[in-house]
């Protein structure tokens, strides 16, 4: 029996509207109401569900589709049911409304990640319901607390319940999605995240003379650091050249998206033209703290600043330290890492049936389809599977414009209908085929 789509996209957005309007903020993420949503609707068809509390008023929700194991290990759709808070102020629709507007689905979540998490359960409620014979197990898993580091999400789930990622053979999460255009040319180029960007965190400390404030600074602290900064606010850092990022140009310009790989100035530019590609082929930086002073008459000793700063991956932090000081070029002003905590990144294999069966299936779907391996621009829950051995991909099945990316963490935050039933199609195609017992492609 073949799927009736046009019901399930209506049936779908109905689900993302309710999921949407259920008010995941975190903090303090509140998570448990619509992780009871979620599994009611896996439950009532039959599928088993557990709910795992990490902390009050938080849960987690698994739910297994079992297969014969033919197929080898599990696939686990993985997603998280918070969101970063909304100030209803700065948007246009009420970010827990839920209202559909010219195409689009507005609400804090839509893309971030609520979306994802209903292409998820529909991939397993639609498996269930057409009764595709499993080769191996589907697991749903939407989990708390992402966005404040997972402490009471995954890495807690994978720390107190690591019997859930037992046997799971990969994993799909959030961190890289499709766009419709690269550079001002229409186009079809689906990343897939193998990695993700490295975390570097700066402070940058400048010291000073203390002293009264009515008399002319002879050192001061806080002038220093904003030399500072004003140098790394001119420094031109230019695009990163690693495996990767070379690899991602070739295919570019191999699609006829990219001229003349050899002009650096022509690739800068196209790179320019979108910030999530400049972010994806550079090691970025981004003043967010300043702390000085106390109080207006007097002159502080010392000023500081913290610096969000992002490697690709293999890149080192002790070098992007010096690089930074020597920027700088100030003795007086200190440059250290903020905090050093997490191991070098974890990378995915590439070339697993996983991204075939996802190549194979957005071929079909878009004929110029490019699909391309990439690391992602933020931090996501897959960094807690990967160390465990999981190849675990970043994979949003949707051609999300700049306008939409823009959203991420942002007011009027939405989905188009049209990107929320291709991602409906796309995602129950690639785990149908991953999972069934007789692979499709060899039939
Ligand atoms: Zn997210």
Same mark, same amino acid.
């Given at each position: 029996m073949s799927i009736d789509w046009p019901v399930i996209h209506i049936e779908a957005l109905d689900v993302l509207r309710h999921y949407l309007r259920i008010d995941t903020s975190?903090?303090?993420?509140?998570e448990a109401v619509a992780a009871r949503y979620l599994g009611g609707l896996l439950a009532a068809e039959g599928i088993e569900c557990e709910f795992i509390e990490t902390a009050p008023g938080r849960e987690a929700v698994v739910a297994r589709l079992r297969g014969d194991g033919s197929r080898g290990g599990a696939l686990m759709l993985a997603n998280h049911i918070d969101t970063v808070p909304a100030?209803?102020? @700065? &948007?246009?629709?009420?970010?827990?409304?839920a209202v559909v507007r010219d195409g689009r689905v507005y609400g804090?979540?839509?893309?971030?990640?609520k979306g994802t998490g209903v292409m998820h359960l529909f991939a397993m409620l639609l498996a269930k319901r057409q009764e595709v014979p499993l080769g191996r197990d589907i697991v749903f898993l939407a989990a708390p607390d992402e966005e404040l580091?997972? @402490? &009471?999400?995954v890495e807690w789930l994978t720390r107190e319940r690591p019997d859930l990622f037992e046997g799971v053979a990969f994993a799909f999460n959030e961190g890289a999605s499709g766009v419709p255009e690269f550079a001002g040319r229409p186009a079809h180029i689906f990343e897939v995240a193998v990695s993700e960007k490295e975390l570097a965190p700066l402070r940058i400390v400048a010291t000073g003379v203390a002293g009264h404030g009515s008399k002319p600074a002879r050192d001061s602290a806080t002038v220093r650091l904003l030399d500072a900064l004003d140098r790394l606010r001119r420094w031109r850092r230019e695009i990163t050249y690693t495996p990767e990022t070379r690899a991602y140009l070739r295919r570019l310009h191999g699609a006829g998206l990219l001229d003349d790989l050899d002009d650096p100035a022509a690739v800068e530019a196209a790179i320019g033209a979108s910030p999530d590609t400049v972010a994806a082929f550079t090691n970025t930086l981004n003043v967010t703290v300043l702390r000085a002073g106390g109080q207006s008459n007097v002159i502080p000793g010392r000023a500081e600043a913290l610096v969000d700063c992002r490697l690709l991956p293999g890149q080192s932090r002790e070098t992007w330290v010096a690089e930074v000081a020597a920027v700088i070029d100030d003795p007086l002003v200190q440059v250290s890492l903020e905090y050093s905590t997490s191991a070098p990144v974890a990378v995915s294999p590439w070339d697993t049936e996983v991204t075939r069966v996802i190549t194979e299936v957005l071929t079909e779907t878009f004929e110029d389809a490019i699909v391309l391996p990439s690391s992602s621009i933020v931090g996501t829950d897959n960094r807690f599977l990967r160390p465990l051995g999981i190849p675990a991909y970043g994979f949003i099945p949707c051609l999300l414009s700049q306008e939409e990316r823009d959203g991420f963490h942002a007011h009027d935050e939405f989905l188009t209908l049209e990107n929320l039933n291709i991602g409906l199609e796309v995602m129950y195609e690639v785990a149908r085929r991953l999972c069934e017992v007789q692979p499709s492609i060899e039939r």
């Open positions: 975190n903090p303090p993420g509140h100030d209803a102020t @700065g &948007w246009t629709a009420p970010p827990f409304g804090r979540g839509a893309v971030d990640m580091g997972s @402490g &009471w999400g």
